[in-house]
């Protein structure tokens, strides 16, 4: 019985210490594209990356009524760090999340706050109807007793 143990302790030793790990060495690489839909919406996007597995790139877009977007960014042993060029309306050059964005969007005029005129006061008199006379003949109402009848088995009255 002790022989039987030792022999699967030793097919276990076996068969959980040999571990290979396959490692596999980062290759350089550039690849990107430039694409323009049907409503000529353009996207582009550019990226390397070396044998250090440090990647450089950028993506951006532009539509149709040339409101675009362009993010440049840096991934390496510092971290992941990226820059936003825009001048979609709306935004101002911030530094949210670490992640500088510079924008030229137009400054539009901030809406004007027009106040409400509350309107004068308004007389009402009442309104007092003219009587309504309505004339209608009714016709004679006629009473008629209606046969009853059952066929349950009790008695039927005609």
Do not use: W
């Amino acid at each position: 019985m002790f022989s039987k143990v030792l022999v699967c302790c030793l097919f276990a030793y076996v068969a959980c210490g040999v571990v290979v790990e396959n490692v596999h060495v980062p290759q350089p690489y550039n690849f990107g594209y430039d694409n323009v839909d049907e409503f000529g919406t353009r996207m582009t996007r550019q990226e390397t990356g070396d044998a250090l597995n440090n990647k450089v790139g950028s993506y951006s877009y532009v539509d149709a009524h040339g409101v675009a977007r362009t993010v440049n960014y840096v991934a390496d042993a510092l971290g992941f760090r990226a820059t936003v060029e825009t001048n979609e309306p709306g935004t101002k050059t911030s530094a949210p999340a670490d992640a500088p964005t510079y924008s030229s969007a137009v400054e539009v005029a901030a809406p004007v706050v027009v106040k409400a005129v509350h309107p004068a006061p308004v007389v009402v008199r009442a309104v007092h109807p003219a009587p309504v006379t309505y004339t209608h003949r009714v016709a004679p109402l006629a009473v008629a007793r209606a046969p009853l009848g059952y066929t349950l088995g009790h008695p039927t009255i005609v």
